[in-house]
């Protein structure tokens, strides 16, 4: 699985490493070392993957996602330096679909690289798409429609519905949901899943506080409803 991957990284040395990890698996890579030229990069040339440290002169990577999810659904494995919890769900927030804290393993940073490049490549959980209530997931195209209009999803957020379209009304933990979208192996907490359904309601639910497609069992996790409850007119399920 070759791919060519932007390595966004202000400090010589750990670019270097992350290049010539990626090199040895058989990607092509180019590095940058400013957010700004990670902007004009991924635009230039428009990568499978982007590797984003968040501190970086000219440009925050915090905020070279929140530009490129304006243009892109390129999938963000962001590389940080600060341990809370709130920053890094932050980023998840923005449309990132991964972080790693530094230190970092280079052998973790390579597994992770692989799920996400994976995952992104339409290695998806079924073949069978969901249609139910206005909302239509198709894996083999990787799309999502609502009511007749397309819904732009960042890979995590795809993966987690469509890991749920191919068994609907099935109950899913989160710690599920979160080895669906980041692997098993993840160190990542389950906050994170919380994090993706809350975006993920904002793109296809009438009221987000009040889901009806995709909903919470409480004490347990969530699920997506094949048939949703028609909503009257205060809003609420009918």
Same mark, same amino acid.
């Given at each position: 699985?070759?791919?060519? =991957?932007? =390595? ?46 968040? /501190? ?5 990577? &915090? ?36 972080? /790693? ?8 940073? /390579? ?18 798409? *969901?249609?139910?209530?206005? &909302? ?21 957020? *795809? ?12 109950? *899913?933990?989160?710690?599920?949901? &979160? ?32 889901? =009806?497609?995709?909903?919470? =069992? *409480? ?20």
């Amino acid at each position: 699985m070759c791919a060519h =991957v932007l =390595v966004a990284e202000d400090e010589q040395k750990q670019a270097d490493v992350v290049r010539r990890y990626l090199e040895r698996e058989g990607h092509t890579v180019t590095v940058v070392h400013d957010g700004r030229a990670a902007l004009e990069a991924a635009r230039r040339s428009q990568p499978d993957l982007l590797v984003l440290d968040v /501190m970086m002169p000219k440009v925050d990577g &915090l905020d070279v996602v929140r530009i490129l999810r304006r243009e892109t659904d390129v999938p963000v494995l962001l590389l940080t330096a600060r341990s809370d919890e709130d920053d890094l769900l932050l980023g998840l927030d923005l449309g990132a679909d991964d972080y /790693m804290t530094k230190p970092y393993s280079p052998r973790e940073l /390579m597994a992770r690289v692989r799920t996400l490049l994976r995952r992104t490549r339409n290695d998806l959980p079924c073949d069978g798409s *969901f249609e139910g209530g206005g &909302l239509v997931v198709t894996p083999s195209r990787h799309e999502v429609g609502k009511d007749g209009r397309m819904i732009d999803c960042t890979p995590g957020e *795809f993966q987690i519905l469509a890991a749920m379209a191919a068994e609907p009304n099935r109950v *899913f933990t989160r710690a599920q949901l &979160l080895a669906t979208v980041h692997g098993s192996g993840a160190r990542v907490t389950e906050r994170t899943v919380d994090v993706h359904i809350m975006n993920i309601r904002k793109k296809i639910e009438p009221d987000p506080r009040r889901p =009806v497609h995709l909903v919470t =069992v *409480f004490g347990v996790g969530y699920k997506l409803i094949e048939a949703p409850r028609a909503m009257d007119g205060t809003g609420r399920a009918a």
